[in-house]
């Protein structure tokens, strides 16, 4: 039987530092651009995008009981995960939006209170940081990286993602209701000590959670004040440059005449 994990112990906060230096290298390997900024990105998108059946795969190597909550992608941050896998390969900005606000609004407190009950050297914890991980670098490598920025003006994306949390919330009661699950943790806290355990009662903390969310929305537009929007970066159609030569049009520089 695996050790029960425990939030704020040294494994904790390994993983948390593990996961940091790899957002960095992210980060640092995506602003060099070219070669660099494609491999980092498509990396990326395929974690956030794969990491849902090897999530799976890591549940099949522990002799845990498993819910259906950690059997159907219906959290948030299965949602999330998918989103910014989207977003970084079709730079869509709806996709790029929701990725941003729900990463750092919502995946960012999973990471510093995990909802995992079994610790390291686990799969199923190894992949639990993975998950979420990947979705909070996704999140920053979108404006830090590519160029994303939020609709102007600028309360219009945290009202427009607000918007569709609280449809997210009213599907994941529906689906609870249904299956007796507790996606988006609004039937009741989750087993480990977080967030959730000092905004009141149940049904009472749900409305608590949604305004912090608008708070937090609001919140992270504010590095964007006074920003000069300018087009998100995509991929260049080819990477072939015309040289005029005599009138015609070259494919290469080396078909430059040398004479010239």
Known sequence: MPHVFHPFTPEHFIALGIGTVMAVVFLQVGKRGGTNQRVATALLAFLNLSVYPLVQAAWLTVDVPKS?????????CDFAAMTAGFALITRR?????????????????????P??????????????????????IAALYLPIVLGWQPKRPLWRSPLE?????????IFAITVNHFLGSNFAFVSHPPDNPSLIDHL????????????????????????????????LKTEPKSTQVLFKVDGRQSQSPHEVDPKL
């Open 93 to 113: 900005p709806w996709l790029c939006s929701l990725t941003y606000f729900w990463g750092l609004a919502a995946t960012l407190q999973a990471l510093i209170t």
């Open 68 to 76: 259906i909550d950690n059997i159907l992608p219906l959290h948030l």
């Open 161 to 169: 993602i607000f918007g569709i949390s609280v449809i997210y919330l």
């Open 200 to 231: 009141g009662p149940w049904p009472w903390y749900i409305f608590s959670l949604l305004g912090i969310a608008l708070v937090l929305y609001f919140v992270l537009v504010l590095p964007f004040v006074g920003a000069i929007q300018s087009p």
């Open 115 to 136: 909802a995992i009950t079994i610790g390291f050297p686990t799969l199923p914890f190894v992949m639990f940081f993975v998950q979420h991980f990947s979705v909070v």
